[in-house]
């Protein structure tokens, strides 16, 4: 029971070379690639982060930021929606660490 297998075309290999082609992905237009949910996500966060005062919201906005960023497919769609998160978490983290304290709830 000896295999070959080595790079030498054996006699009962069906593959036909000469018929292979090299594959080229088809062209999808901008609007009509799948929505970016990072982003998206970004945005809610991020003006959560800054409506609510939640840190928590803002620095998960920035994540999402990156990582929408990362996966960017629209160069000019993604830009603004990223931009747009990624302004709404810088603010909200301004606005939480160096901004004016939250009163204090009285019990």
Known sequence: MSHS??????AND???????????????APEDLPVDYSG???VILGVSGVM????????LAL?????SLA????????LKQISMAMM????GLVTNYL??????TKK
Request: aromatic share 12%; glycine share 4%.
């Open 5 to 10: 297998h080595g790079n030498a075309p054996s």
């Open 14 to 28: 069906p593959r036909q070379p000469s018929a292979a082609k090299p594959y080229t992905p088809r062209a999808v």
């Open 40 to 42: 998206f996500i970004a």
């Open 52 to 59: 609510f005062r939640y840190k928590i919201c803002s620095w």
């Open 63 to 67: 994540i999402f930021c990156a990582q």
């Open 71 to 78: 996966n960017m497919r629209n160069l000019e769609n993604d």
């Open 88 to 91: 709404f978490a810088i603010m």
């Open 99 to 104: 901004g004016p304290n939250r009163p204090a």
